[in-house]
C-alpha cells in the first residue's frame, strides 16, 4: 500500500462516482411491517448517514453522504407492533405457533428464496451504509443463507428425535420442543444481516411471534426484505419496527408481554433493558454482549503464522467485531520483532472504499468512532506506548488508520477498554501468571487465541483459562464459525448459547405429556396419534 494513500485527494469519491439512487436521497423506508401489513409512516424520518464521505472540488473535508432515511416511530407505534405479535401467538394457540414443523420450515424456505432475489441490493447497503468490504458483504449474506438452511436440516434432526415415546418408571412420556411465546430480536451494526438472523430465524421457525427492531446502522438493508418477510409468514407472525430505543424498546420492555428477549449489543444496554421487564422470571434472554478478547503469544510461537492470524484477527472488518483480537500479550523475548513485524504486516493492508478490489481497510460507520479511538491513542501514547506503524492513528474524514500501540501497560485505557476498532495494542509479558491475572481479573470472557507449539505449556494454560472464557482458540484467531460449533461467553460476554442447534433449544421450552403405563391410557395414547386429534402429540416423522 502506497503510504498515506488514505490522504490522497481521491480516497473518497466525487459525487460522479455515487450511484445515481444515492445522489437521489437513497433508500426511503416509508413503510412498516405491522399484523402482517405493509402500512405507510406519515410520522418523522431519521437521516441515514454512510460512512462513506463524498469529496466536492473546492471543499476542505470529505462530507458524509445521507444515503436514505427510515421512520422514527415512537412509542405508540411500537406497542401497535407489540400487540400484533401478542395477538398473533394467542397463547399459544394462533395459526404460527399451531403449525406443524413442517408447514412452519415451508414457511422459512420461502422467505429464503425471496431474501436470495435481493442478494444485489443487500450486499450493496452494507458497503455503503457500514462500510463493509464487498467480498466481506457477500460473505454476510451468503453466510446467512447457509445459516438458514443449516437450521432447517436441525430442526428437522431435532424433530425427528422428539417423534418417539420412552417408557420410564412407569411412565409413558412424549417431549417436543414447542415456542416460548413473543420474542424481540435485536441486531449489532456491524453484521446487521448474519448476527440478527441467527436469532430472528430460530425464533420464528420454532413458534414464536416476532417484534424485530434492526440496528442502529445497517438498517436500509431491511428495506428490500420487508415484502419477504410480508409475504412469507402469517399476518402478525413478523413485525419490524424502527426508530430511537429509547422510544420504542424500553416500552415494549415496560409492557412485561415480552417473553423472549434476544439482544447483541453492550451489556449495559442489555441490563438497562432487562430491569424494565417487570416479570424478570418469566422474560427468557439470550445475549450477545462486550469481548475484550486476549491473543497469547509464547515464546515458542510460529511467528509468520501469528502474525497474519493476529493481523486479520485485530482488523477483519476494521476491528468492528465482537471476536476480534483486542489486545495482545507478546513474550518479551519476541515481543519488538513482533512489532515491528506486525507494524508492517498492517502496512501491507489495502485502505479505500468498500467496493474496491482488495480493498480490506474501509471509513468507519459510527458518528464519533474516530474521535474515540484518537483519545485512546492519545492516552497511551501520553503514558509511554509508541504507534510503531506509520501514519498509525491518522485520520481523514471517517477513516482511521490502524494503530499499532508498543508497549502497552495497565496504566492505559486501551489495556482496559475495548475498542471496536483499528487500534492494536500489544503488551509485552515476562511471566505467564500476568496474562492469567489479566483473564481472571477481566470482566469479559468471551474468547481468546494462544499462539506456540509445546504442547505442555499449550495444555497448561488450557486447563488455567478454560473455566474463564467461552472458547479457547490454538494457533488461530478468535471467532465465530463454524455455525455448528457453541457461541457463548462467560462473566459479562455473554447470556445464553448459541449455535445452529443451541438456537433451536434457546427459542423454544420442553414439553412433555405423560401418562402411567397402563393398557388403558396406551391405548387412548394411541387412540389420540392414530386419529390425528392433538398437533402436539404425534408420531409424524420429518423427512
Not at 295 to 310: G, H
Request: charged share 20%; with cysteine; hydrophobic share 40%.
Amino acid at each position: 500500500m502506497q503510504q498515506e494513500s488514505w490522504k490522497r485527494p481521491g480516497f473518497f469519491p466525487g459525487e460522479d462516482a455515487v450511484p445515481e439512487k444515492f445522489r437521489q436521497g437513497g433508500l426511503h423506508i416509508d413503510s412498516t411491517l405491522v399484523a402482517g401489513e405493509l402500512r405507510p409512516w406519515h410520522g418523522p424520518f431519521a437521516e441515514v448517514r454512510s460512512p462513506v464521505c463524498i469529496h466536492r472540488p473546492g471543499q476542505g473535508e470529505p462530507e458524509p453522504l445521507v444515503i436514505g432515511q427510515t421512520p422514527l416511530m415512537d412509542e405508540t407505534a411500537a406497542l401497535e407492533a407489540l400487540d400484533s405479535a401478542v395477538a398473533a401467538y394467542d397463547q399459544g394457540n394462533g395459526v404460527w405457533p399451531s403449525l406443524s414443523v413442517s408447514r412452519r420450515i415451508t414457511h422459512v424456505e420461502r422467505f429464503l428464496a425471496e431474501m436470495r432475489r435481493h442478494r444485489d441490493a443487500v450486499v450493496e447497503l452494507l458497503m455503503w451504509e457500514i462500510g463493509k468490504s464487498w467480498k466481506d458483504a457477500c460473505k454476510e449474506f451468503d453466510r446467512t443463507c447457509d445459516y438458514i438452511n443449516d437450521t432447517i436440516h436441525e430442526l428437522k434432526v431435532l424433530d425427528r428425535r422428539s417423534s418417539r415415546f420412552e417408557t420410564v418408571g412407569g411412565v409413558v412420556a412424549q417431549t417436543r420442543r414447542l415456542p416460548v411465546g413473543v420474542a424481540l430480536c435485536m441486531g449489532p451494526f456491524n453484521y446487521p444481516l448474519n448476527e440478527t438472523f441467527t436469532t430472528l430465524i430460530p425464533a420464528l421457525i420454532m413458534g414464536n411471534t416476532v417484534v424485530f427492531k434492526p440496528a442502529k446502522y445497517g438498517v436500509l438493508l431491511i428495506g428490500p426484505l420487508l415484502e419477504a418477510f410480508r409475504s412469507s409468514f402469517p399476518p402478525g407472525v413478523i413485525n419490524i419496527i424502527f426508530g430511537r430505543g429509547r422510544d420504542t424498546v424500553g416500552p415494549l420492555m415496560e409492557s412485561g408481554k415480552v417473553d423472549m428477549f434476544a439482544f447483541i449489543g453492550t451489556h449495559r444496554g442489555a441490563s438497562a433493558l432487562k430491569q424494565m421487564h417487570p416479570k424478570p422470571h418469566r422474560l427468557k434472554a439470550v445475549l450477545g454482549l462486550d469481548a475484550n478478547n486476549p491473543a497469547i503469544v509464547l515464546p515458542d510461537a510460529d511467528l509468520d503464522l501469528t502474525i497474519s492470524e493476529c493481523v486479520t484477527g485485530a482488523l477483519s472488518f476494521n476491528g468492528q467485531r465482537c471476536t476480534a483480537l483486542k489486545l495482545l500479550f507478546v513474550h518479551e523475548s519476541l515481543a519488538d520483532e513482533f512489532a515491528r513485524r506486525l507494524s508492517a504486516a498492517v502496512s501491507e493492508l489495502t485502505a479505500g472504499m468498500p467496493w474496491e478490489p482488495d480493498v480490506s481497510l474501509t471509513p468507519l460507520p459510527e458518528p464519533g468512532k474516530t474521535v474515540f479511538l484518537r483519545e485512546l491513542v492519545e492516552d497511551a501514547l501520553a503514558k509511554g506506548a509508541s504507534v510503531v506503524n506509520p501514519g498509525g492513528g491518522d485520520i481523514h474524514g471517517t477513516y482511521f488508520h490502524p494503530a499499532v500501540l508498543y508497549p502497552v501497560t495497565p496504566a492505559m485505557r486501551i489495556y482496559h477498554e475495548e475498542q471496536f476498532g483499528p487500534v492494536i495494542p500489544i503488551v509485552s509479558f515476562t511471566d505467564e501468571r500476568e496474562v492469567i491475572e489479566h483473564v481472571r481479573d477481566s470482566d469479559y470472557g468471551q474468547q481468546l487465541s494462544i499462539f506456540g507449539s509445546d504442547s505442555d505449556a499449550l495444555g497448561g494454560l488450557i486447563d488455567l483459562l478454560a473455566n474463564q472464557v467461552g472458547r479457547l482458540n490454538l494457533n488461530a484467531q478468535c471467532q465465530r464459525g463454524p455455525d455448528t460449533l457453541p457461541f457463548n461467553g462467560r462473566k459479562d460476554s455473554a447470556e445464553g448459547t448459541l449455535s445452529v442447534s443451541d438456537a433451536l433449544r434457546v427459542f423454544s421450552i420442553r414439553t412433555t405429556v405423560a401418562t402411567k403405563s397402563s393398557d388403558t391410557n396406551r391405548d387412548l395414547v394411541t387412540s389420540i396419534v392414530r386419529g390425528r386429534h392433538s398437533r402436539i402429540l404425534t408420531t409424524d416423522y420429518l423427512f
